[in-house]
């Protein structure tokens, strides 16, 4: 009864309708009365009353005080340049600050002193700030009374005003459904959570999260509401990884043998780092546990986790199984095959090449060598995890690049085999702490946190036009002292046009400065053949090309030792990883390295931080920080997609502490009561129960 009256369509809610009810699904994917609950205000604007700055205890809506600027003085210089006044009443004082407008705030200072701020006070250094607050004037108010209100805002869009769905149309609303359903709102937690941690019932928070009643309440509301969002999405990950190591036993690999042995002693070419060696062990103990392993291989670009990963390849085949792995572009996968392949020439093993593009006779060939066990091998792009790739006996998956695959592609490769596989997801963007616990915290997590020794760190610089003759000099030196250089030009997909041609002016300017006989220019881009892509890649590789022009389409795992140069044509436009991505490319033999980063004068606070990081950086882990801090995790390079980073009120990287916390929760949760069947626990079990009966991921591993 309570589930259905939430789940009822919004078309029902009193003033909806069918049209509203389409604009609300369309604009807001807003189906249910549920979802409109869960539509938060994006603030909350306080005009009920006049504060006063004692009253100040916490950040939260968009207030007023009426006071006096008291001193007010000009500082900074350019971007920083701001004016900061400061403001008081009869009980403290609060700083004003203003970047933008500062001319005419300075001018209205200059004649008034009295005002009624507005704005949303923030804590910082321990003292209150209010960043471009609104000055009013204490008379005009007077003379013109506004009524006094305390209301949240919505989100809205074009579409949806033109359709009748404003913010104050949807707080009405709002209003109207909380007063039908307040009283069928479900607690999640148990009174012990909720009692030690002074929360508010969830009832409470999600009707004070639209109207509160004060400040205070809005605050502790958003903690709630913040509070029950991550610990869920924590207890759903580990529970589900729980699941699964409950479900699923693992092959057991017991021993190491010839194939491993004859390698590691006959053909691998350089000695392992130590990081590598622990890893090694780490997973070699994982999947001799009897186990399902599921886990992630964190390291920084240019750590060595291909020949790692090879390398416990290598003992799953010694104990008698098949191995995969799959690379997210065509082009990466070609390289791994090749490489392992030259690697293995000398060992009797088989390994074979799939991907969409394998031609249909070779195709069934492969396929039913495979079906036979007759392939030690396979190495493909997601080719590989279509029904009709068919093993005989799977016992290990590799992942490369992982953050393009998602949750329900791991679990397709689980069902390769009546027991599954295990699987080692390989990524090159470290993440910080707090997203990884979140975008992949099903899997377990090793680390290779050194690099191969002799490498010498990229030298990186930022250029800018004026310097083109000067970058032009460096490239013929360092092609004509025998080393190789990747140009990388932008492509995004609106201007991609535009961006073509850039490319090919790119080509013209390179051939005209590096002329044949003596130097030979190559170019890869998105519109070619996947068979043209690899010859001129391969030509690159044999050193036939000094120069390879190309959009990002080399951006990840490409390994060529020999080449010293990159150099990113339009590097504001490039995201920072992607950018890391890209300078991984080179300083990958002995030679010392450049990153060559060119960009027009013109450039955005946020892309001067971008290049003034990598400049600064070489730190994988520390430019991922920098990264998340710029661009917040939404925009994370592939998590988006993964939908784990969908939060509709906390937010990874303020919400640290909180994440870590309800992260550790969870795991006391769990391992105290794993089948949550205990009663203290029951209302999470019900809670947790209906989340994952709305995701479809839970049907591949039940
Ligand atoms: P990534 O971790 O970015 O995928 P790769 O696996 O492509 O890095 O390795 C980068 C390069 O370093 C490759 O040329 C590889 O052969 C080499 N390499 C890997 N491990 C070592 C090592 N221990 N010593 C020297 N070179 C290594
Ligand atoms: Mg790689």
């Known amino acids: 009864m309570q589930v259905d009256l939430l789940n009822t369509p919004i078309e029902y809610l009193k003033g909806v309708g069918p049209k509203k009810a389409e604009i609300f699904n369309k604009e807001f994917n807003i189906i249910t009365y549920n979802d409109l609950l869960h539509y938060y205000p994006y603030r909350h604007v306080d005009k009920s009353k006049i504060y006063k700055i004692s009253e100040l205890t916490s950040e939260g809506a968009f207030i007023q005080f009426r006071g006096r600027v008291r001193h007010f003085e000009i500082v900074g210089q350019q971007r920083a340049r701001r004016l900061v006044a400061q403001f008081s009443d009869d009980t403290g004082t609060i700083e004003l600050v203003w970047f933008n407008s500062i001319k005419w705030i300075e001018e209205l200072l200059l004649q008034r002193r009295e005002f009624i701020v507005f704005g949303k006070p923030t804590l910082f250094n321990r003292k209150w700030s209010m960043t471009h607050p609104e000055l009013i004037d204490p008379y005009m108010q007077q003379e013109s009374p506004v009524p006094l209100y305390f209301h949240p805002l919505y989100n809205t869009s074009e579409k949806a005003k033109k359709g009748g769905l404003d913010s104050k149309t949807i707080s009405k609303l709002v209003i109207s459904l ?229 949750v329900e592609q791991r679990a397709k490769l689980w069902r390769k085999n009546k027991i599954p596989p295990h699987v080692l997801v390989m990524t090159a963007t470290p993440i910080p702490r707090t997203l990884a616990m979140t975008v992949y915290g099903d899997l377990d997590l090793s680390v290779i946190n050194e690099l191969p020794k002799g490498r010498k760190p990229i030298i990186t610089s930022h250029l800018f036009e004026k310097d083109r003759l000067r970058l032009f000099g460096f490239m013929k030196e360092q092609i004509d002292s025998g080393r190789q250089v990747f140009v990388v030009y932008p492509l995004i997909e609106e201007s991609e046009k535009m961006d073509l041609f850039a490319l090919m002016e790119g080509y013209d300017l390179m051939t005209e400065r590096f002329p044949l006989p003596n130097y030979a220019v190559g170019i890869v881009h998105g519109k070619m053949k996947p068979e043209e892509k690899d010859y001129e890649m391969q030509r690159f590789i044999n050193k036939e090309t000094q120069i390879l022009l190309s959009t990002t389409v080399i951006e990840v795992g490409i390994d060529v030792p020999n080449a010293t140069v990159m150099v990113i044509e339009n590097a504001e436009r490039f995201g920072l990883s992607q950018l890391h991505q890209l300078r991984g490319r080179v300083g990958r033999g002995g030679e010392q390295s450049y990153c060559l980063l060119m960009s027009s004068n013109k450039l955005t606070n946020e892309s001067k931080q971008r290049l003034s990081a990598m400049v600064g950086t070489n730190d994988g882990f520390e430019i991922a920080n920098i990264d998340l801090r710029l661009r917040g995790p939404g925009d994370l390079q592939g998590t988006r997609q993964s939908g784990m980073l969908d939060f509709k009120i906390a937010d990874l990287i303020r919400d640290e502490k909180l994440v870590i916390y309800t992260r550790d929760l969870a795991k006391k949760i769990l391992e105290d009561d794993p089948e949550l069947q205990k009663e203290k626990n029951w209302r999470i079990a019900r809670h947790l129960g209906e989340i994952i009966k709305k995701e479809q991921n839970w049907g591949m591993i039940s």
């Open 178 to 406: 909380i007063g039908q359903i307040k009283e069928v709102i479900t607690e999640t937690l148990s009174d012990e959570i909720i009692t030690s941690l002074k929360l508010l019932p969830r009832k409470e928070a999600l009707s004070q999260i639209h109207y509160p009643a004060n400040i205070d309440l809005l605050n502790k509301a958003t903690l709630r509401l913040k509070f029950d969002e991550l610990l869920f999405t924590q207890m759903k990950l580990l529970k589900m990884k729980l699941v699964v190591s409950q479900r699923f036993k693992g092959h057991v690999f017991s021993t190491v043998g010839d194939a491993f042995n004859t390698f590691f002693h006959n053909h691998l070419a350089f000695e392992l780092t130590n990081a590598q060696k622990r890893v090694i062990k780490e997973i070699r103990a994982d999947m001799g546990s009897g186990r399902q392993m599921n886990r992630l291989l964190q390291g920084d670009v240019g750590s060595g986790k291909t020949i790692t990963a090879l390398l416990l390849m290598l003992i799953a085949i010694d104990n008698g199984y098949q191995t995969c792995l799959m690379a997210p572009t065509e082009i990466l996968a070609r390289q791994h095959y090749d490489n392992i392949k030259r690697q293995l020439a000398k060992m009797n093993l088989r390994v074979e090449f799939l991907s969409g593009a394998t031609r249909s006779a070779g195709r069934k060939a492969i396929l039913t060598a495979l079906q036979n066990g007759e392939i030690d091998i396979l190495i493909g792009t997601h080719a590989l995890i279509e029904n009709s790739v068919i093993f005989k006996n799977l016992g290990f998956v590799v992942i490369d690049e992982q953050h393009r695959f998602g």
